[in-house]
């Protein structure tokens, strides 16, 4: 009976790439596969399940990023069979850091597509959140964490409710963020900073977007988009008639910007700080060679010439 709904989910069903489902697919989702396994012989079990190397977070202080990571497990599938299995991977560049996934596999009668399970992976799904988020997220971090933790188990409607939770609750933080790093990178910009301060009045983030006419700073951003405009439009969205899969994808892009905004901030600010820097040092080193130059005095005149 499980077989024959398989088959059915690989005939009906968008299909991924093996790359896609390790690094994009969350914890509790089945997920149609294009290209699951290769012929490797020409009997029924030669059938490799095809391993690429995968782009990971590795949190080694060596690395400390997004690097390449590579298995040397070999398994084989025989077709029409569910095979549960563990996948280990390991970072390519410090050979420290590993990825384990939990699955199970099915492959299909073409010995090529078939159906892929994730229970779960160690360590957890995602990257990991940066200090500087969870500074901006102060008491609501905890609830932040339970989004994060309900987004990777696939649970769209409970990651929604967090998330927006978190965003209503620390509105004020975040505006006050907003506020200090445009003060630091457009001082003056004093329409904004007025709007800014006006709009962390208001009670619901929603409201607060909603009263900002002048643009952010272009260090802000997001690929041209405000990115208090996205989450608006992102939290915007109802709980109401929307699926559990809608809602995941809604989470998962409130949780992106979010993050990505912080990051912008900071980096905003530490950009100002080191140009700032840079030009002090060009003006102090013009300002102390000044009076050499300008202080030579012209050789004196020969007395010949001048009578």
Same mark, same amino acid.
């Given at each position: 009976?499980? /077989? ?192 800014? /301060? =006006? ?82 040092? =060009? ?25």
């Amino acid at each position: 009976m499980i /077989e024959t709904q398989t088959q059915e989910k690989i005939k009906k069903e968008k299909s991924y790439t093996t790359k896609e489902f390790f690094e994009e697919v969350p914890p509790n989702r089945e997920i149609t596969i294009g290209d699951l396994a290769k012929k490797t012989g020409t009997y029924i079990g030669d059938n490799d399940l095809i391993l690429p190397e995968l782009n990971l977070y590795c949190d080694n202080d060596t690395c400390k990023g997004f690097r390449l990571f590579e298995s040397m497990d070999n398994i084989q599938l025989t077709k029409g069979d569910l095979k549960n299995l563990f996948i280990r991977y390991k970072c390519k560049n410090c050979g420290k850091r590993s990825k384990i996934y939990a699955i199970w596999a099915y492959l299909g009668e073409d010995r090529k597509t078939g159906v892929l399970y994730k229970y779960g992976e160690i360590p957890g799904f995602g990257t990991p959140t940066p200090a500087r988020v969870v500074s901006v997220l102060g008491a609501e971090k905890d609830y932040y964490f339970k989004g994060r933790r309900a987004e990777n188990q696939g649970l769209g409607i409970a990651a929604f409710a967090y998330y927006r939770r978190v965003v209503e609750n620390q509105k004020n933080k975040i505006f006050d963020e907003i506020i200090r790093t445009v003060k630091r990178i457009d001082q003056g910009n004093s329409e904004l900073l007025k709007e800014l /301060e =006006i709009a962390k009045q208001e009670t619901q983030f929603t409201k607060s977007v909603d009263s900002i006419k002048h643009g952010i700073p272009q260090a802000l951003l997001i690929n041209g988009h405000n990115p208090l405009t996205l989450l608006h439009t992102a939290l915007s969205d109802g709980l109401h008639a929307k699926t559990d899969e809608e809602c995941l994808e809604i989470a998962t892009s409130i949780r992106v910007i979010l993050t990505d905004l912080v990051d912008r901030m900071a980096s905003a600010v530490k950009d100002t700080v080191e140009l700032k820097t840079a030009i002090s040092r =060009i003006l102090q080193r013009k300002a102390s060679e000044t009076p050499t130059e300008t202080g030579r005095q012209s050789p004196p005149k020969d007395p010949k010439i001048s009578s």
